[in-house]
């Protein structure tokens, strides 16, 4: 137990630190409340025509409506948190060439709070876009809002709406599939938004290979994921046998080697089940499933055969009752391997002791 | 043992056609054992080291295709003379074998004193002889049902595909369990011939193991230097 002694000791110890601490902290120079700045700021920029010129001569606009500051998860924070550099009046003249660099200059702002998201978003398919100078790329306010920045995951479904502003015709596939059906019709909490697959701040581009190779395992996560199909009745054993077979095993071994980036390189799960208008594949959806089945391997092996679907095992393991040839065939080799081998085995051993015992 | 005893046991044929067999069979195993238990790391490695799996593929197929000529000339060479009765099935089973493998494990329990004497091949050889000819065609009916599935499943049904994967699988991962387990130490660690049986690779055999491991052909060859060795009993009599 510490000792009264020892407790004043200690706090003697700590006062000077947290003085010099305290004595040596960064003071602001702008010596208003937090309200006050935001008054102040509005006084100009609660002006609609607030506009300042670019450098190629458009105009950006400046003006900020003081009332969608209310539902921000930031309303707390002082306008220059964001706006650094701002904090004197008037402000030191700022140049941009265009629309593009000015609003590319807000991410900036982003990055002093968020580093490690907006790190990520380095590596991302929409950072490319922005690279190239593109006025509409998407920044971190075009999907996050700006002063009306909310909870972008609250609820689950705004994700979607987020990407929808942009990604129109994939959001009207998306939510006719049985997972954006689910999320809208039923607010699903176990149905992928956008950002389960594509991730939200590190996007990749969805044509690039080693993403494509990578759908099984993400697929997978949900169902290979016991608990959560057991809710719907689904099989686990999805993955497994997708990967036990040709086109799995393919993909698992990293595929056909050098292929360009939107070259097909061997089905994998998106191939069949479709990317965003993935249907049901089990109940009464199974039968055209079924029956559509030859169309789609049609789709890379032209000369199938009506015979050639049955080939797939639809992500049953074999059993008497499906597929009773390929489980009998593996039955017996489970027998035969270790009877064979077994008695060769035990005959080698035989042998060796007979002439060891021969020697003595 | 001089040059001038030995015995011609393999001709040149048979030389050859054991080298490319061996050559092929490492090289199905090392490219197919990894398809089979693709999810082991070793697997990642043996294709990555191998240039992919488009290359691992290529080289099993290839290997396959030349497996399967070779079989089929194999055959060809040995249909061929005994039809025109310039050779005997010496390789086919008889009674005998069956008794001496029951004899060979007794004399191995300690239960007899004396091993049964072998003509020109001992039901090991027959054994592993026709394990490889059955095994090679069950190899070659699935290799091509799985190197050609579309075509394949023109006639039969698609169930045939993944049956075939299995079989093909199972039937390669048993002929290389026997020949790590059996061949390897029949030819190698076997006290009668270790390190090594040169046999398959010369050709010949020594009088000496012949008179020991082939006793009833070794009397036959040589009666005057083997008047006591045991005959076979199921030899016809003149």
Redesign the interface.
């Known amino acids: 137990m510490m000792g009264l002694c020892s407790t004043i000791r200690l706090v003697a110890l700590l006062v000077p630190v947290w003085v010099a601490l305290a004595a040596f902290a960064p003071t602001r120079v702008w010596a208003f409340s937090v309200q006050e700045e935001k008054d102040k700021c509005l006084s100009c920029h609660g002006q609609e025509n607030l506009s300042m010129t670019l450098d190629d001569g458009q105009a950006a606009p400046l003006f900020m409506k003081g009332e969608l500051l209310a539902g921000s998860v930031h309303k707390n924070l002082r306008c220059t948190d964001c706006h650094s550099g701002l904090d004197q009046l008037p402000h030191k003249p700022r140049h941009y060439q265009d629309l593009a660099q000015f609003r590319a200059s807000f991410g900036e702002a982003c990055k002093s709070c968020h580093s490690d998201n907006y790190a990520k978003t380095l590596d991302s398919v929409h950072y490319r876009v922005q690279a190239r100078g593109d006025a509409f790329a998407p920044t971190c306010v075009r999907c996050h809002g700006s002063h009306e920045m909310g909870r972008p995951a609250e609820p689950r479904a705004r994700i979607s709406q987020t990407c929808a502003t942009c990604h129109v015709a994939v959001s009207d596939t998306y939510v006719k599939s049985v997972h954006g059906k689910a999320l809208v019709g039923e607010n699903n909490q176990d149905v992928p938004v956008c950002t389960d697959c594509h991730r939200s701040h590190n996007i990749a581009d969805p044509s690039n290979l080693g993403w494509r190779l990578a759908t099984p395992s993400l697929c997978g996560k949900c169902h290979a994921d016991e608990k959560r199909m057991k809710k719907y009745g689904l099989s686990t054993a999805v993955l497994s046998t997708y990967l036990a077979d040709f086109h799995g095993t393919t993909a698992s071994f990293g595929a056909h080697g050098k292929k360009k980036d939107d070259e097909r390189v061997v089905a994998l799960c998106v191939d069949c089940h479709g990317i965003h208008d993935i249907a049901k594949a089990t109940g009464a959806d199974a039968t055209m499933f079924r029956e559509n089945l030859v169309t789609t391997c049609r789709k890379c092996h032209p000369d199938a055969s009506e015979n050639f679907p049955s080939a797939w095992l639809s992500h049953y393991e074999p059993s008497l009752t499906r597929a009773p040839f390929v489980y009998l065939i593996k039955l017996f080799y489970k027998v035969l391997i270790p009877f064979i081998v077994g008695g060769l085995l035990l005959q080698v051993v035989l042998h060796l002791r007979r002439s060891v015992g021969k020697k003595r | 043992m001089s040059e001038q005893g030995d015995v011609v046991r393999f001709n040149r044929r048979e030389r050859i056609e054991h080298v490319l067999v061996m050559i092929l069979f490492v090289v199905l195993v090392a490219t197919g054992m990894p398809?089979k238990f693709?999810?082991a790391g070793i697997a990642?490695t043996i294709?990555e080291a191998l240039?992919?799996?488009?290359?691992v593929r290529y080289f099993h197929r290839m290997a396959g295709v030349f497996f399967a000529a070779l079989t089929l000339m194999h055959l060809t060479a040995i249909v061929l003379p005994v039809l025109t009765r310039r050779s005997t099935l010496a390789m086919v089973p008889r009674p005998k074998d069956f008794r001496d493998a029951v004899l060979t494990?007794r004399?191995?329990?300690?239960k007899v004193r004396e091993r049964p004497q072998y003509d020109h091949f001992d039901y090991k050889e027959k054994f592993e002889y026709w394990g490889i000819v059955f095994g090679s065609f069950i190899m070659i009916c699935t290799g091509f049902v799985l190197l050609l599935?579309?075509l394949a499943?023109?006639f039969?049904?698609?169930?045939?595909?993944?049956?075939a994967?299995?079989?093909h699988g199972?039937?390669g991962?048993?002929a290389m369990?026997?020949v790590i387990?059996?061949h390897l130490?029949n030819v190698h660690l076997?006290?009668?011939v270790f390190p090594m049986s040169r046999t398959i690779f010369t050709g010949k055999i020594s009088r000496e193991r012949m008179r020991h491991e082939h006793g009833i052909e070794y009397a036959r060859q040589f009666p005057e230097e083997a008047s006591d060795a045991p005959t076979d009993p199921d030899a016809k009599k003149p």
């Open positions: 398809q693709h999810e990642k294709v240039g992919g799996i488009s290359q494990i004399y191995y329990l300690g599935p579309l499943t023109k039969l049904p698609g169930q045939v595909i993944p049956a994967k299995v079989a199972n039937e991962l048993m369990l026997v387990v059996w130490f076997a006290p009668e």
